[in-house]
């Protein structure tokens, strides 16, 4: 009874999550400027400094073509060489979550942040919503969190270090693009909310293949 609880519990997150993906995406698409966003953006690039743009800039790295591809087949490789191949191979699944990206910010076309409205420290090619960073970080570096708390044969240091980089990344990384000027609120919320709509189905698949 309580399995049964926990998948309905479950089901109805995702549901929720899907829901609210396709109400903000909705509402994104007859707003591509809003007011909130702007004042968003605005407070807080309300502190510049040099040191600050770095940081920001080193936060949103692995984001980055084609650095983000890079990470990916890197962090899959070593899993599968650590004879980890399940983990490697889910790990590099990661890397579909790309052309559902493009797919939905076709759709939407949402051009980005001038500089008529914010600062911009980065100026990007494609559409603005979802954030892709922000999708892949929460993807990405989510799932590593889980596979570090489930795989206990592997070194408590590692697992800790890993978990807490991974946290850290998944929650500066829309802050980072907001304040580089790359993305409004909206967009990196549009991208946490897919995130975690992608990272259900991998987690499921990985936990019900998954040999006890």
């Not at 984001?63 to 650590?82: D, H, N, Q, R, T």
């Not at 699944?93 to 949402?110: E, F, M, P």
């Not at 590593?144 to 946290?167: D, E, G, H, Q, Y």
Request: net charge positive; charged share 15%; hydrophobic share 50%.
């Amino acid at each position: 009874m309580s399995t049964l609880l926990k998948r309905n519990t479950l089901i109805f997150i995702l549901i929720v999550l899907i829901a609210a993906f396709s109400y903000l995406s909705f509402f994104v698409a007859q707003h591509p400027i809003w007011d909130f966003d702007i004042k968003t953006s605005l407070f807080i690039q309300r502190y510049q400094a040099i040191w600050l743009d770095k940081l920001m800039l080193a936060i949103s790295f692995f984001g980055e073509l084609p650095y983000s591809l890079l990470s990916v087949v890197i962090v899959a490789a070593i899993f599968y060489w650590k004879k980890y191949k399940r983990e490697g191979l889910y790990m590099a699944s990661v890397l579909l979550s790309g052309l559902i990206i493009l797919g939905i910010k076709n759709i939407i076309n949402r051009p980005r942040p001038t500089a008529f409205h914010v600062r911009l420290v980065e100026v990007n090619r494609f559409q603005s919503y979802p954030s892709g960073h922000v999708l892949s970080y929460t993807l990405f570096f989510g799932f590593l969190i889980i596979l570090m708390n489930t795989l206990k044969s592997v070194p408590k240091v590692t697992r800790v270090t890993f978990t807490c980089l991974s946290a850290f990344l998944i929650f500066t990384i829309a802050p980072s693009r907001i304040y580089l000027g790359a993305h409004w609120f909206t967009d990196t919320l549009g991208g946490f909310l897919l995130g975690l709509i992608c990272l259900f189905p991998l987690c499921y698949y990985y936990f019900r293949n998954k040999k006890v």
